[in-house]
């Protein structure tokens, strides 16, 4: 994997290639910072692990916060199904 400057390069997903966004980047920019990391690719447990890789005993992650829209809804009074689409935030722990 290929080493990148942690302070002029996004950083990015390991296995979607896409870019962390507004507080998600700084989190990951401050922790690559603090621990000294050299690569600008961040994943999960299970997204490093299925790449073959390995994460250290011990190893502390970064959390950051995605964006989703799920539907969510009951039956209204005829027995239909009645949806709205909300908007959550999923939490991951990267590496």
């Known amino acids: 994997m290929e080493n990148l400057d942690v302070n002029k390069k996004w950083h ?16 990951l920019v ?15 447990y299970l997204q490093w692990n299925k790449l073959g890789y390995k994460i250290k005993k011990g190893e502390k992650g970064c959390v950051i916060f ?3 829209r799920v539907k969510t809804g009951k039956l209204d ?12 935030l999923h939490k991951y722990t990267t590496k």
């Open 66 to 68: 995605h964006p989703a």
């Open 77 to 88: 009074r005829e027995g239909e199904p009645k949806y709205k689409e909300i908007q959550v």
């Open 12 to 27: 990015k997903n390991v296995k979607t290639n896409e870019e962390y966004l507004g507080g998600n980047q700084e989190c």
């Open 30 to 44: 401050n922790e690559a910072n603090e621990k000294g990391y050299t690569s600008n690719y961040w994943g999960t």
